[in-house]
């Protein structure tokens, strides 16, 4: 279960970082996801430290 303020769900990670990872910006994701860009660069320094586990809440 996301936190109760959270933009994102695990699901909703994921798919951010396969759009990064797909060759799009991270600010242009961020928009179209609804966050900023420092979250969702976080997310993806999280997933490339831990792998998907990085993506769960903390």
Same mark, same amino acid.
């Given at each position: 279960? $996301?936190?109760?303020?959270?933009? &994102?769900?695990?699901?909703?990670?994921?798919? &951010? !970082? *396969?759009? !990064? &990872?797909?060759?799009?910006? !991270? +600010?242009? !994701? +961020? +928009?179209?996801? @609804?966050? $900023?860009?420092?979250?969702?660069?976080?997310?993806?320094?999280?997933?490339? +430290?831990? @792998? *998907?586990?990085? &993506?769960? *809440?903390?």
């Amino acid at each position: 279960m $996301s936190h109760r303020n959270a933009r &994102l769900t695990v699901h909703g990670r994921r798919i &951010l !970082v *396969d759009r !990064v &990872l797909g060759g799009r910006p !991270v +600010a242009h !994701v +961020a +928009a179209e996801m @609804g966050i $900023s860009r420092p979250t969702a660069h976080k997310w993806i320094r999280r997933w490339r +430290a831990e @792998g *998907d586990t990085g &993506l769960a *809440d903390r």
